[in-house]
């Protein structure tokens, strides 16, 4: 049982690229988050899903998107890297929402030069 | 707008005795409250929970208290150990709906 898994665990960008943060978990569960954590700010909802299917914004969903084919993966793209975009990347999934309680990924160390 | 906040950036407790970590929240829809605790480089994991129709759980050391007219929550420690050094988030959900959390305590337990 590998829980949430994410990857990579560090990544290094130029401004104006494109890539992929994944994120897969083997509990079933169905729903599942995308944060950041940057000092001082605390964790902030980027986007999060209730199900395959459906998705919804969070508190900083500007320059991010995401979509949820599958209730396993729920992968996190970043359309045009900036700076402002380096922080470390949390995937999280729960199987009755907040009530359950999230289980977090080990998170990803993004830096955009 | 930050809509849960710990306002104490830092704590720093001796070994054996009470640590009180706070948090309060602007969101009068919230019903459900999770403290988190996180060591570096690893996700946050969860630590306690309450539902906004109780104003105390327990679980072992920790304690989560929840002041609903004066929207505050906090946590209680007891007895603290040098294990316990972390950050602690709290959390709060509206209708079991999306996760918001706050901006951390850095918690410091010395011998």
């Known amino acids: 049982n590998a829980g949430v898994t994410q990857t990579p665990k560090f990544q290094v960008l130029k401004t104006g690229q494109s890539m992929t943060l994944q994120c897969a978990q083997d509990?079933?569960?169905?729903?599942m988050s995308w944060y950041r954590q940057d000092p001082g700010m605390g964790l902030r909802l980027i986007h999060y899903?209730?199900?395959?299917?459906?998705?919804d914004q969070g508190e900083v969903p500007n320059g991010y998107n995401v979509s949820r084919s599958t209730t396993e993966d729920f992968p996190l793209r970043l359309l045009s890297a900036a700076p402002s975009q380096t922080s470390v990347y949390f995937c999280?999934?729960?199987?009755?929402?907040?009530?359950?309680?999230?289980?977090f990924g080990s998170g990803t160390r993004l830096t955009v030069v | 707008d930050q809509q849960v906040k710990q306002n104490s950036p830092s704590l720093s407790v001796q070994e054996g005795r009470i640590s009180i970590l706070n948090c309060d929240y602007t969101?009068?829809?919230?019903?459900?409250f999770l403290w988190y605790k996180k060591y570096p480089a690893e996700g946050p994991t969860f630590l306690i929970s309450i539902s906004s129709i109780k104003d105390k759980n327990e679980d072992g050391r920790f304690t989560v208290f929840l002041n609903k007219s004066a929207k505050h929550l906090s946590l209680h420690i007891v007895p603290s150990q040098p294990g316990d050094s972390a950050v602690y988030f709290c959390?709060?959900?509206?209708?079991?709906?999306?996760?918001?959390f706050g901006t951390g305590t850095r918690l410091q337990v010395f011998p």
């Open positions: 959390a709060a959900s509206a209708r079991n709906d999306k996760l918001i």
């Open positions: 969101n009068s829809m919230f019903d459900y």
């Open positions: 509990m079933n569960h169905e729903y």
């Open positions: 999280a999934s729960s199987e009755q929402g907040a009530v359950g309680g999230y289980t």
């Open positions: 899903s209730v199900g395959a299917g459906i998705t």
